[in-house]
């Protein structure tokens, strides 16, 4: 009876793990051509990787603000007829604009945040397809930081993905995120109750079903709900408000992570699946002026971070931002102070996990120029 029982389980998980399409995410990083606009023509490109920053290859006599090209041909396979295609930039500075086969994409203001522009009606099937970022870093007074004694050097200097997804989705393109945001608004130690919100992309359908899973950090199910989006708009979201009895809250000392996922679609046959991991807590000032986490003052030993690292400005790798983590760690700090805005996004992820708290400042500093 209990080994037909495990039997049932395992072949119900590997029916709704076969139902729902994977996305397939390839990184693109490497194979890039390279040159100034000031250049000629394209005789000057040459091959670079990401991340990439402009800084060391100023030709002599440009000043700093500048506009650069980065080329890269990407095969799309007969294969991805009924795919949606997506490019996720982590990070381009300042202002992108991005073409494929010579058709203007989308543009992107602000160099620290992560966007997402679909391609889909762009590619030719079964061929190469040429991928064009024309990035400018020039002083703007319609992007911030308007001043900045940072090295704000321009461009590509954070990871690119190509997403291909199936035709009804989570949408990626809500500011560049999975599309999936949990929301606490009550955190105590025997409640937690909050909403689930998750934005869709669903040309096809209608109206959509979807579930969500919140899993503890014990690994067991503590909640499943279901909620039906209305009908479909262009940028429709659906938020499914939950609750969880006697919660195991984050805290620096134990940062304890939940993990929620959200299917499109039934669970026996979803259309698509993301999770994201999240902790519950609370996080007051006293009469004291001490800053509370779930109500026990909490001593902040924190440190700056900013954005560059020397000899490869702001290009800096995953690997060397887990390295400066580290090395925080090391000196026994618990909290990071990002300068000016926010770092790669698996910089807060390992934050969330390692029990550092963060404080991303907004991007208007005061220049230290002389006018």
């Not at 095969?75 to 009924?82: H, K, S, T, Y």
């Not at 073409?99 to 203007?104: A, S, T």
Request: glycine share 8%.
């Amino acid at each position: 009876m209990i080994i037909a029982m495990v039997v049932a389980l395992i072949a119900s998980t590997m029916a709704l793990q076969a139902a729902a399409p994977q996305r397939e995410v390839y990184n693109l990083n490497d194979d890039w051509m390279f040159y100034f606009a000031s250049a000629p023509d394209a005789a000057e490109a040459h091959p670079i990787s990401l991340p990439h920053s402009w800084s060391g290859e100023m030709p002599r006599g440009l000043c700093r603000e500048s506009v650069a090209n980065y080329v890269r041909r990407v095969f799309v396979p007969q294969r991805w007829a009924d795919r949606r295609l997506f490019m996720r930039f982590g990070g381009v500075n300042s202002v992108a604009d991005i073409f494929v086969n010579g058709n203007y994409v989308g543009t992107h203001k602000g160099g620290f945040t992560a966007f997402t522009l679909e391609i889909t009606e762009h590619v030719v099937l079964g061929a190469d397809n040429t991928i064009r970022v024309v990035v400018s870093d020039a002083w703007r007074n319609d992007v911030l930081p308007l001043s900045s004694d940072l090295d704000l050097a321009g461009g590509i200097y954070r990871d690119v993905e190509l997403m291909v997804t199936p035709r009804n989705i989570i949408s990626p393109l809500y500011y560049g995120s999975d599309g999936v945001f949990v929301v606490q608004q009550s955190v105590t130690s025997s409640r937690v109750s909050g909403i689930v919100r998750c934005h869709l992309s669903t040309p096809s359908i209608d109206h959509a079903t979807v579930v969500v899973r919140i899993t503890g950090p014990d690994g067991y199910l503590v909640e499943r709900l279901t909620a039906r989006a209305g009908k479909h708009t262009s940028g429709r979201s659906v938020e499914v408000p939950f609750e969880i009895s006697n919660p195991t809250l984050w805290s620096p000392e134990n940062p304890a992570m939940y993990s929620v996922e959200v299917l499109l679609g039934s669970e026996e046959s979803a259309i698509d699946a993301i999770t994201v991991q999240t902790g519950f807590r609370s996080i007051t000032i006293d009469k004291s002026n001490r800053l509370c986490i779930n109500g026990e003052p909490y001593m902040i030993r924190g440190v700056g971070l900013a954005h560059d690292r020397m000899g490869a400005g702001m290009a800096i790798t995953r690997e060397e931002l887990n390295a400066d983590l580290d090395m925080i760690l090391d000196m026994g700090a618990n909290a990071i102070r990002s300068l000016t805005g926010p770092h790669a996004a698996a910089l807060y992820d390992r934050c969330d996990s390692e029990g550092v708290l963060c404080w991303v400042d907004l991007p208007f500093t005061r220049s230290m120029r002389a006018f």
